[in-house]
């Protein structure tokens, strides 16, 4: 198993509902790949997603995300093999969540490398803060 984790702006002014349209096509592909994972949604347009499954494909989904003109500044945060997915139930589960959510998660540039290996257990526990979506 392996999981890719990325941030990004969004490039146009993408909003919660542009996103809510598209995710029944992301997450058919994703399922169709057998890809799990989290996407996050800040209100001020940053963008954050766990991809798990085969590294293969999920290098392959990885490359056409960061060649997509909906996104800049794509860093990857996190890439590497993992023992679990920690998203097994979700092809991609969504959430939206104010800057000051997302600031607290995202790992800044100075990020220790403790923070970057906690992230993925870190986002898990955030999201069990809420109802499922």
């Known amino acids: 198993m392996h999981h890719l984790v990325y941030s990004s702006t969004a490039s146009t002014g993408l909003t919660e509902a542009e996103l809510q349209r598209q995710l029944g096509h992301w997450r ?7 890809i799990t994972g ?4 800040s209100t001020e347009g940053n963008i954050m997603q766990v991809l798990e ?7 392959q989904l990885y490359a056409v995300i960061a060649a997509d ?6 860093v990857k945060l996190a890439d590497g093999p993992v023992p679990d997915r920690a998203f ?3 092809s991609m589960r969504f959430r ?3 800057p000051a959510d997302f600031s607290r998660l995202a790992p800044r540039p100075d990020a ?3 923070h970057i290996r906690n992230l993925v257990p870190l986002l898990e526990a955030f999201m069990a803060e ?3 979506a």
């Not at 058919?28 to 057998?34: E, P, S, V, Y």
């Not at 499954?53 to 290098?59: E, F, K, N, Y």
Request: aromatic share 6%.
């Open 112 to 114: 220790t490398p403790e």
């Open 38 to 41: 989290l996407l996050l949604f």
């Open 69 to 74: 003109i909906r996104h800049r500044s794509v």
């Open 96 to 98: 939206s969540i104010g």
């Open 130 to 132: 809420e109802p499922l």
């Open 28 to 34: 058919a592909t994703n399922a169709g790949l057998h």
């Open 53 to 59: 499954g085969d590294a293969a494909l999920v290098h």
């Open 88 to 90: 097994a139930d979700w």
